[in-house]
């Protein structure tokens, strides 16, 4: 099938649609519901009678947003009317709630006129914390939102008209920077006149670009002061009419000629190479035309030697200006801080915040979202791509923060507090990662990252220095890690061990005290420290660090056999185990062993036991330990069942275990707390377990990697506990958010 095949059968599986209403409170019993209907509905009733600011505390107004559209003029299908412009507006509704979390009523109008449809919006005003107007025409759309701003107060935003206009601003604001031109000196000129082009236009001035410098053009030819005084195509292209005199002539190409900026909001291949070479030196194509653009992205680099910093509507292309990166933010900002309106002054900042954006160094689950392209800030990379869950960190409180400032918030919201709300909105890690990284900020420690010269590696240090996480440092041959560092760009020199500079004697003496007894010589003692491993864990070891990392670039066994050799397993440790956090959307859990002891005694478990629930502690988790089987207390009696439940009555009975733990159990019985409620209301723990402990380490890793991929956890690890030193062993191929977290752990956790 092709493509529209594919996308009706998308849209009629059953349920057809892609929205549906879901409930948020329990519904389980007589009481829930008695709570959520009548009669107890009627106390929240009265309080918001009594003030209606009640209602963001008791109702889903807070955050819902109304996409409004009266479909006469849906992108690429013109006036084809309300009904049939649904599937668009509840599309907008998926993007609402997938990168931002908002909650969308998707409301098609058949009105007859502009003011029944303001009529109709504005009489919806206490149902919504805001209003997302879609794919009206021009000039209504703009009266239309006018008058909705003046009406009602909650935030009332066109994205056909703002959205472009703020991720082209951003856009600006980064290519007149990388052609070294100033917004007050640029000669713009627009095709298109709609509500898109009219709002960009205006919007420009707003970041700087004089009005005069704009020049705006229809199919019709340029705008002239003529046609605007007669109302052609509307009046508000009035600011921007030209004297053609001064232009040089009256169409698109005089226009052009020497213009700075080209930005196009019209029709597909209008704009010849040749209109391009005519513009000033080091232009701005935005050919967002779609689905053709007035020029290709590759012809318009091609018309010219000079550097082209080229835009356009398409995914295929870098810097695809695509309005899913603003408008879901902008009303996340404008919800939290309980905005009447969205102000220019708010507009702007979603604009500044994305701009900023784009000169940071890139996640790697973005770079691997978009084919590992080079995503680096340049004439390829102006704007942030779509999938980037950092716009909602820094695009949300940017818009919140200037919605205070310019006096139409409700509510006043702590910038740090506020990225915490948002993160806690996605779920999975973050919150789970936040009091471990808020630690470690408080005493940054020296970390040694074994594999100095992988780009990964340096990246990662990188974001460890600029987050105040770590102080790191890079063992490596010192050529290469400069050369990493060079590729990069950054403006970053950390330290740099290189095991043929360093003065090995202290090292080698350490080395050979702890393995003189496994055969090792003052010689191959000399010789294993010439091993960035070995190296990186004599560091820790002698205390010139705090905490190591390895692993990113060889297999787990290897990675892990000089920290055991060197630095060894803390005083009274007898083991070491790999832990994994998985968070899921309602609790974190704790797997262990998942990556050391394959077939581990009771002595084993008991003591992982231990190492778990000290290290879930150190994320703020109190911890509730399950010693897991295919048996429930005994119901199973042979040697393998025998071992976790002997683990589990040594550590209930050992006086120093602070923690409830029980076993040996089911799984589902481990997690499902009426299950053990109900018959086995003996068991120790008094909720659900959240340090899991396997009986060995083929179950712990087949589980972990089911729950990850299967039940959508979010995954931190593995973590290595029971080490003397804060010893971590990265997955191979680990991306730098993995590091940075694992570093995280890793500073936290030391001089413990």
């Known amino acids: 099938m092709g493509l529209d095949d594919d996308a009706r059968e998308y849209h009629r599986r059953d349920p057809p649609g892609k929205l549906e209403v879901t409930t948020t409170k329990s519904t389980n019993t007589q009481r829930d519901l008695s709570l959520a209907y009548s009669p107890g509905v009627a106390a929240p009733c009265r309080d918001i009678a009594d003030d209606a600011d009640r209602g963001y505390e008791y109702t889903a107004k807070g955050n819902l947003v109304g996409v409004v559209s009266d479909g006469s003029a849906v992108l690429g299908l013109g006036d084809i009317g309300p009904l049939a412009s649904k599937p668009v507006m509840e599309g907008k509704g998926v993007l609402f709630k997938r990168v931002a979390d908002i909650d969308v009523f998707d409301l098609e109008l058949d009105t007859d006129s502009t003011e029944s449809f303001v009529d109709r919006v504005a009489a919806m005003g206490p149902t919504f914390g805001g209003i997302n107007l879609e794919d009206i025409a021009a000039p209504a759309c703009f009266e239309a939102e006018e008058r909705l701003r003046e009406r009602m107060d909650v935030p009332v935003f066109h994205d056909d008209q703002h959205g472009t206009a703020i991720i082209t601003g951003a856009a600006l604001l980064n290519a007149v920077d990388l052609v070294d031109k100033d917004l007050s000196d640029l000669s713009v000129t627009f095709a298109g006149a709609g509500a898109a082009a009219t709002a960009t236009a205006k919007f420009y001035t707003s970041l700087g670009v004089p009005a005069e410098g704009i020049t705006m053009c229809d199919i019709d030819g340029v705008i002239t002061e003529e046609r605007a005084a007669a109302g052609d195509p509307h009046e508000h292209v009035r600011p921007f009419a030209a004297d053609p005199d001064e232009v040089g002539g009256t169409d698109l190409a005089d226009a052009m000629v020497g213009a700075d900026v080209f930005v196009g909001l019209s029709a597909g291949g209008i704009v010849s190479e040749g209109m391009v070479r005519s513009m000033a030196d080091d232009p701005v194509v935005f050919a ?26 398409r995914s295929d292309y870098p810097n695809q200006v ?14 939290d801080a309980r905005a009447s309106d969205i102000t220019e002054g708010m507009k702007v900042a979603a604009a500044e915040a994305l701009a900023e954006l784009a000169r940071e160094d890139v996640p790697d689950s973005v770079r691997r979202a978009y084919g590992d392209q080079p995503l680096e800030f340049g004439p390829e990379y102006v704007i942030p791509k779509p999938l980037d869950e950092r716009v909602l960190f820094r695009v949300a409180p940017a818009v919140a923060a200037a919605a205070v400032d310019d006096g139409v918030a409700r509510r006043d919201l702590d910038p740090e507090a506020y990225v915490r709300e948002l993160e806690d909105r996605l779920g999975g890690s973050r919150e789970a990662m936040r009091a471990v990284l808020t630690e470690a900020k408080r005493d940054p420690k020296r970390l040694v990252l074994a594999e100095g010269a992988d780009g ?23 050529d290469a890690v400069e050369a990493e560092l060079a590729d990069l760009g950054f403006d970053f020199s950390p330290e740099v061990v290189d095991p043929a500079e360093v003065d090995l004697d202290p090292y080698v003496e350490l080395v050979y005290e702890r393995r003189k007894r496994r055969g090792v010589t003052r010689r191959e003692a ?7 491993d070995a190296l990186a864990s004599a560091l820790v070891a002698a205390g010139d660090a705090d905490a190591m990392l390895t692993g990113r670039t060889h297999h787990y066994p290897s990675a892990l056999r000089r920290p055991l050799q060197i630095v060894g397993t803390a005083a009274g440790a007898e083991y070491a185990a790999g832990v994994y956090l998985l968070a899921f959307d309602d609790r974190v859990v704790f797997c262990a062993d998942a990556t050391v002891n394959q077939d581990p005694d009771a002595d084993v478990l008991a003591e992982v036991t231990r190492h778990t629930a000290d290290l879930a502690r150190r994320f703020d988790v109190e911890p509730r330990a399950a010693l897991l089987s295919y048996s429930d207390f005994g119901s199973v009696d042979n040697e393998g069942t025998r071992k976790p439940r002997e683990a589990a009555r040594r550590l209930r009975e050992d006086p120093a275990v602070d923690f409830p733990v029980d076993g040996e159990m089911q799984a589902d019985t481990a997690v499902v707390a ?23 380490l083929e179950a712990g890793n087949v589980a972990y990697k089911l729950l990850h991929r299967l039940g959508g956890a979010a995954v931190v690890g593995p973590m290595l506990v029971g080490m003397a030193e804060p010893v971590h062993v990265l997955q191979r191929g680990d991306d730098v958010a993995d590091v940075v977290n694992l570093a995280g752990v890793a500073v936290a956790t030391a001089d413990d």
């Not at 240090?461 to 996480?469: E, K, M, N, S, T």
């Not at 000399?526 to 960035?532: F, G």
């Not at 009426?674 to 060995?696: I, K, M, Q, R, S």
Request: charged residues 25%; glycine residues 6%.
């Open 288 to 313: 967002m035309a779609n689905p053709d653009p007035e020029i290709g992205y590759e012809a318009a680099r091609a018309a010219r030697d000079d550097t082209v910093v080229v835009a356009t509507g």
């Open 322 to 335: 695509n309005n899913v990166l603003c408008f879901p933010f902008v009303f996340r900002g404008a919800l």
């Open 674 to 696: 009426d299950l053990l409620a109900e018959d086995y209301e003996f068991a120790d723990p008094d909720g659900p377990a959240n340090v899991l402990v396997f009986p060995n």
């Open 456 to 478: 990964t590696v340096v990246r990662a240090a990188y974001q460890l220095v600029d987050r105040g996480i770590a102080e790191p440092v890079l063992v490596g041959e010192r």
């Open 526 to 532: 000399r010789d294993l420290l010439r091993e960035n």
